[in-house]
């Protein structure tokens, strides 16, 4: 989520900080007589079965799936395809649209219950950087691996990616990307009130029936645990055990929390700095170097760098378990006047929006992203009580940006149109289905205190904090691939912890 300043001159000034590009790929679905001419995962010139126009009746159709070749090259077992669903179900003159799938089969001959991976974002595509050789663990081995580009994402049709969001010849004086992103899809025919977390939870619950499969197990990261959430509300049946990497609980009180908890946990690093022998000593007083470094760069502003970007720059730099350690050193040295350090620590997330990418670009859908948050949280809330609920509780060097941001989101939603969610979708889940809780302590993005709340309406789930650890853990140590083992092969019995302990931590640069 963008912080201080316009949402679209964020995304650029990071984009153009940030090192490296993403490759871009120029499928796009294209718009004829108001329907969606669908494009196809496989080649181009390759007639494939399965994709069928997004205005198709839905009658009969919530759930089928047809293959297709892949989107990407591999030299693993994977079957791609598109599942086929309704786009609002609860319309029975609703069209379809095509949701696309890969599945990665296991290596090993003896196979247990498969694995779904539901990606975060809102918006996130797993299709669209897919590499088998990441998803190389010891429990996909003799699992099947699902992927799905949630409605909206990847290369699913249609996208809701803004492509307006990216253009550099708006004069956001007077115009408003984000608006006429939604105008477009308006006027392609999308129902922006048919994508959210319930409809997606139906999805999952779709293509488990298309696929024939009796029993598989759930794994979801950031936005990816909701829609997990969501599916052991609303769809147990079918579930073996679920696996939440940085949770997301419906029950959040997001819109404040984004602002309180962030600095907490900001507060939470520099007293880590200020506790080590190394980092106290060449680093003091952290945190007032970095709020007299916001309050320069405000009221002076160096190569369109301001106070609010610095401070969202830190704040996304600790959802990464590897930047963590650089970060008091960045600070210091943007204190000192050496800008160009602050490129050490960019990265291309921005809380759990997705960072604005070329027009191309299918690793984000800004428009999906939009009408989630949108529907499923920003209605149950207003800007007049974010404001109350967190005046005089932040230092006033960050308050008026922080409490900046949240306006332009609640202004986004009032013009968005994605309507409202059922007001279930924004309680907490209860659930007795083993459950592995996994979160970072210094994850900005999903905070801790959301894995608490999380857990705490789930009788058979486990709990597992990584100190020093940023956003997403399934990658972050060999300990944690160990624990997610252990817990798939026997998920009624707590892992064992012990390694959490003997984790060797990046010291402070």
Request: proline letters at 6%; glycine letters at 8%; aromatic letters at 10%.
């Amino acid at each position: 989520m963008k912080k201080g300043i316009s949402l679209f001159f964020l995304g650029l000034l990071f984009a153009a900080l940030a090192c490296g590009n993403l490759e871009e790929i120029e499928e796009e679905p294209v718009v004829v007589d108001d329907q969606v001419q669908m494009d196809t995962l496989g080649n181009e010139d390759e007639n494939v079965t399965g994709s069928e126009p997004v205005t198709e009746v839905a009658g009969g159709m919530d759930g089928i799936f047809a293959p297709t070749d892949c989107p990407f090259d591999t030299a693993a077992d994977v079957e791609c395809g598109y599942l086929t669903v309704p786009e609002n179900r609860s319309r029975v003159d609703s069209p379809t649209i095509q949701l696309a799938v890969a599945i990665l089969y296991a290596a090993e001959a003896e196979v247990e219950e498969p694995i779904v991976f539901l990606e975060g974002g809102p918006g996130g595509s797993s299709l669209a950087e897919f590499s088998a050789e990441e998803w190389d663990f010891p429990f996909t081995r003799n699992r099947d691996l699902i992927f799905i580009d949630q409605r909206g994402t990847g290369f699913s049709l249609p996208s809701l990616d803004c492509p307006e969001l990216s253009d550099e010849s708006y004069d956001l004086a007077v115009e408003n990307p984000e608006r006429d992103c939604q105008e477009r899809l308006i006027a392609e025919g999308v129902d922006l009130t048919a994508y959210n977390t319930t409809e997606n939870a139906a999805d999952i619950a779709a293509l488990r029936r298309a696929l024939d499969i009796e029993e598989w197990n759930l794994l979801g990261i950031s936005y990816g645990t909701r829609l997990a959430l969501e599916v052991m509300r609303l769809y147990p049946d079918g579930i073996r055990s679920v696996i939440l990497d940085s949770p997301f609980p419906p029950n959040a009180d997001t819109a404040v929390d984004e602002l309180l908890l962030t600095y907490a946990l900001m507060e939470a690093l520099f007293a880590s700095c200020a506790e080590d022998a190394y980092c106290g000593q060449e680093y003091p007083d952290l945190e007032n170097v970095f709020l007299d470094t916001v309050v320069a760069l405000n009221e002076r502003p160096v190569d369109n760098l301001s106070g609010d970007n610095f401070f969202q720059a830190v704040s996304n730099a600790m959802q990464d378990t590897a930047l963590v350690p650089l970060i008091p050193y960045v600070i210091y040295e943007v204190y000192e006047g050496n800008y160009d350090a602050l490129n050490e620590i960019v990265t291309g997330t921005f809380s759990r929006r997705t960072q604005f990418q070329d027009g191309g670009d299918r690793t984000d859908s800004e428009g999906m992203y939009n009408s989630v948050m949108c529907h499923d949280e920003y209605a149950f809330g207003d800007y007049e009580r974010t404001e109350e609920a967190v005046t005089g509780r932040l230092p006033a060097e960050i308050e008026g940006g922080l409490l900046q941001s949240s306006a332009e989101i609640f202004q986004m939603c009032d013009f968005w149109g994605a309507g409202v969610a059922d007001g279930v979708q924004n309680t907490a889940v209860s659930s007795d289905i083993p459950t592995l809780i996994l979160v970072g302590e210094f994850d900005t993005a999903t905070p801790p205190q959301w894995a608490a709340l999380t857990a705490q309406s789930l009788s058979n789930s486990f709990v597992f904090e990584f100190p020093g650890a940023g956003h997403s853990l399934l990658t972050t140590t060999d300990c944690s691939v160990d624990i997610i083992t252990a817990f798939l092969a026997d998920p009624g019995t707590e892992p064992d912890r012990t390694c959490i302990n003997n984790v060797e931590w990046p010291y402070f640069e």
